[in-house]
């Protein structure tokens, strides 16, 4: 309802009042015209001084603008009062008594609107305080005092400047990983470049001319190449995850297919490493997933766990289903992660300790990458210890 339609309903409800009052107390129609007639002008008249007196103390302290509201009320109230003693012919004696009334019930509410505005006043102090504080990185005030807009108000602010404090939290994190971030693919960039530089220089020059160090420097030079090519792929990725861009492709597979191509995949790497396999089936739902994007985010769980177990260990996949949908478990035997680094387990460039982050390979980046390419299927990765390693579980709604 807007406040034109609201101002003509209070009216209208007003003189419904004053009718039905009338009506009660026998009072002829003609009398009560007159009289609501007679007060509404002396009303009106006050209303209009006082609305203009109103309009001219904007941006006045809010104490001010509410004493003169109060002010304005009375005086209406007193101009009708008065214009509809003079209609009725009250005698003087009744009317000096009635502003006798009326000085006190004055004196009254004006003592009142003193009060409201301050206490609109120090609310008012108090949520300024309270925004200068989430500036300065500051609680404020415990609560405020004063009318509930105000309050209400407040409660907002606090819980903008929580948001606030957590999202300059996640900006950190994330300014400090994008530098971690830098700082390895820096280096997994340098070292292949300057091995393919030095053997590049070494064929040009023919300081390596046997058949035999040619080939072998033509292995390690594509080699080099193809990490750095993997490199570069995982980096964009990444970025296409971390702006949003990620969409998946239109192949769609069921999710056993998909696992059971990714652990064809794997066995090759796991033997070659001396890691057996293990697989733990079950019957998965009955749905679809993108093959590529979803498979690489399984290949890169399978890849970090083959690589952390040592020769000799065993990962297992098991797979199953809840009353949410799929559920996908990659356990390996690396040992175990430090509680404190559990969290930052899917952070870009995370490698965990020196000796973990020397034979990881990459740019630490396949675990970032899975649970972007999960989490683009509504799915959710995790990871826990669990007896000699750790425990990844890929869960996807049916």
Request: proline share 3%; net charge negative.
């Amino acid at each position: 309802m807007t406040r034109q339609a609201a101002t003509v309903s209070i009216l209208a409800t007003g003189l419904v009042v004053a009718g039905v009052i009338a009506a009660s107390a026998g009072i002829p129609t003609r009398d009560t015209a007159i009289l609501v007639a007679v007060t509404a002008l002396g009303a009106g008249a006050a209303f209009v001084a006082g609305a203009t007196v109103l309009r001219r103390f904007r941006g006045r302290p809010v104490r001010v603008q509410v004493l003169v509201v109060a002010v304005s009320s009375l005086l209406m109230t007193v101009a009708g009062v008065v214009a509809a003693a003079l209609a009725m012919f009250i005698s003087t004696h009744d009317l000096v008594a009635l502003f006798i009334v009326v000085a006190v019930a004055t004196s009254m509410a004006v003592g009142a609107a003193l009060q409201l505005g301050d206490d609109i006043g120090t609310a008012t102090l108090q949520v300024g305080h309270l925004a200068r504080t989430m500036v300065d990185g500051g609680d404020g005030p415990a609560r405020v005092t004063g009318p509930g807009e105000l309050a209400t108000l407040a409660t907002e602010l606090a819980d903008v400047s929580a948001r606030l404090d957590e999202s300059r939290r996640r900006e950190r994190a994330l300014e400090a990983s994008r530098r971690e971030l830098i700082a390895w693919v820096s280096h997994d960039l340098r070292s292949p470049l300057a091995t393919i530089r030095a053997m590049a220089e070494a064929l040009d020059d023919e300081v390596a001319d046997d058949t035999a160090t040619v080939q072998r420097y033509h292995r390690q030079i594509r080699g080099d190449a193809e990490r750095l090519t993997a490199l570069v792929d995982d980096l964009f990725e990444l970025s296409r995850i971390n702006s949003g861009a990620v969409r998946l492709g239109p192949e769609l597979v069921s999710i056993g297919d998909a696992v059971a191509e990714s652990l064809a995949g794997a066995a090759s790497h796991a033997s070659v490493k001396g890691v057996r396999l293990v697989e733990e089936l079950a019957d998965l739902p009955a749905a679809e997933v993108s093959a590529r994007e979803f498979s690489r985010a399984l290949n890169n769980l399978l890849d970090n766990a083959i690589r952390h177990t040592p020769a000799g260990g065993r990962v297992v996949v098991r797979s199953g289903r809840d009353d949410d949908g799929a559920v996908l478990q990659v356990i390996d035997e690396c040992g175990g992660i430090p509680e404190p680094d559990l969290d930052r387990v899917f952070d870009v460039a995370f490698r965990g300790d020196t000796a973990r982050g020397r034979d990881a390979g990459g740019g630490g980046l396949g675990l970032a990458i899975a649970r972007g390419l999960v989490e683009a299927h509504a799915g959710s990765v995790e990871v826990a210890n669990h007896e000699r390693g750790c425990r990844f579980t890929i869960r996807l709604p049916a």
